[in-house]
């Protein structure tokens, strides 16, 4: 993967610089795509991903041990990792997996990678409880809602999603609201969308309605998710990205 482009991210007063495939759809596999119904979403640079990582990196995670589901490029990740956390970002896509650890080594952050499908997910639970989960963009699919219904209650008590208003995070907030309490604020580049923070809860709660809007950028991600799929039957050790 040799065309590559760069993006650069503004977080908390320095500057996160990416790689990432100049052309996404230079990548889409038709034997791959029947095989394990595999877009490579994770390519692109998606606003919620961007939404995710400057609120975490606001946050002083102090060693919080941190995972991050469908990492794509990494970004949510890094800044976790900038921001103290002990970080392991997981995609399904062995090429996700790959450029997250490369993007964390260009920006000097220490994490660990994984490959791991959300339906094979017995590395991560050996792993839990976490202390902080996150994901943004994952639920473009509806299956995709029902698989983290079932998996986030048994990986941590505490979720931060971004989402930038797909129909199936409708019903996940509406499920989710049953044994989480959901706090949802509007953000800068999710026109239609927010950011939403999980916390376990002892009895059923209700979704607190989103915040006023503050400014934000125009735009938002084409329908399909910047993850990309993570349901491949993909598992492997972790390994560890050091500092360059």
Known sequence: MND?????????GREVRLLRPRDSEALLDEEAFEREEFLPYWAELWPSSVALARAVGKRALRGARTLELGCGLGLPSIAAALAGGRVLATDWSVEAVGMTAANAERN??????????WTAPQPLLAEAPWDLVLASDVLYERRNAE??????PRLTAEVWLADPGRPPAVRFLEEAARTWEIASTRTPGLANGALHRLRRTAAPSSVRRASAPEPRAQGGPAPGGRGGSH??????????????
């Open 108 to 117: 000097g952050a220490e994490l660990e990678t994984l490959v791991c499908s």
């Open 4 to 12: 590559l482009v760069e993006e650069v991210v503004a977080l908390d």
């Open 147 to 152: 698989l983290l219904l079932d998996l986030l």
């Open 231 to 244: 349901l491949g039957p993909r598992p492997r050790g972790p390994q560890s990205v050091g500092a360059a």
